[in-house]
């Protein structure tokens, strides 16, 4: 039995594969010479899970398109023929596809607001999350040899905003809502915190290092009862410390400004702690012990 995925495109049907897998390995199948397989089709084919094309429904694959190749838009590809530089195509595993930061850069322009460019570019350069990631850098690089093209002014204000620290979509989010909508500036991100005596008290999804304050965002694996436990012990160990933590979910994103206003207050109350039995001062033990590479 076979099913039909688009015109002249036939997969076995019932084959167990995710959609948005499926979507990739459809769109892969249409490519013909001269066309590159780009966008967030690029990045998780190159390893990056972060990028599944969902917004409000399955987007289709961007390709971009070279001259002379024909391809129509269906429901899996989205042809594109925005200009793409020599060095800005890779192979990987046969496949012709844009570089990481290429492809991101694309997520970035066409994104549906400047938030959503800061997340897509956040969760393809992050360097604590265990997925392949490109950097700012590079990022930057591809921005600055392009002109006029549509939504560049868009990628270039998320390069501002971006991190490299990020966990997750969830944490950017709430990093953006308390530097955009709080005023918080100067961030720290997934910052590891110690006692006086050295020991590890947390890692802070974010810390105002004047202040203390430490916002923590809780996405959908904190409901696990050992996360829950976890993320109890840490937040109590921060306090005993004289940190004020403010913690965040993605319920509370539905109501922005109740979340500024739980962040002004918490930072409010942080700034007139006098408490600070805490340091960022990282100890030889944790530069040498490997869990603790991953936030260096």
């Known amino acids: 039995m076979w099913e039909q995925r688009a015109h002249g495109l036939w997969r076995p049907a019932g084959m167990a ?9 459809d769109a892969i199948a249409l490519l013909t010479d001269g066309c590159v397989l780009g966008g967030w089709a690029s990045l998780r084919f190159q390893g990056n899970d972060a990028f599944d094309g969902r917004d409000q429904e399955l987007r289709p694959a961007l390709v971009h398109c070279g001259a002379g190749t024909q391809m129509r838009r269906r429901k899996v ?11 800005e195509v890779t192979c990987f595993e046969g496949v012709p596809v844009t570089t990481m930061a290429r492809a991101v850069y694309d997520e ?16 393809a350069v992050a360097g604590v ?9 590079a990022v930057q690089q591809v921005v600055d040899s392009h002109r006029k093209t549509r939504g560049i002014m868009r990628a270039k204000k998320a390069l501002r905003l971006g991190s490299e620290r990020s ?7 709430t990093r953006l809502v308390a530097q955009l909508d709080a005023g918080l500036q100067d961030q720290q991100v997934n910052a590891p915190v110690f006692g006086p ?23 959908a694996h904190h409901r696990d009862a050992q996360n829950h436990t976890d993320d109890n012990v840490r937040e109590e160990r921060f306090e005993r410390a004289g940190l004020v933590v403010v913690r ?10 109740g979340l500024v206003h739980r962040i002004r207050l918490g930072h409010r109350d942080a700034r007139l702690s006098h408490r600070r039995d805490w340091t960022l001062e990282q100890p030889a033990w944790f530069r040498s012990w490997g869990p603790g590479r991953r936030w260096q």
């Open 167 to 173: 966990a997750s979509p969830l944490e950017t989010r």
């Open 248 to 257: 965040a979910t993605s319920l509370d994103h539905r109501d922005v400004p």
């Open 77 to 87: 590809v989205e042809p594109c023929r925005a200009a793409v530089w020599e060095h």
């Open 17 to 25: 594969v995710g959609e948005a897998d499926g979507r990739v390995a």
């Open 129 to 137: 999350r265990d997925t392949a990631h490109t950097s700012l850098r």
């Open 197 to 219: 005596s050295g020991a590890l008290l947390g890692v802070a999804d974010l810390l105002d290092e004047e202040t203390g304050l430490v916002i923590e965002t809780d996405g």
């Open 108 to 123: 970035m322009r066409l994104a549906p607001s400047l938030r959503a460019a800061v997340v897509a570019l956040d969760s």
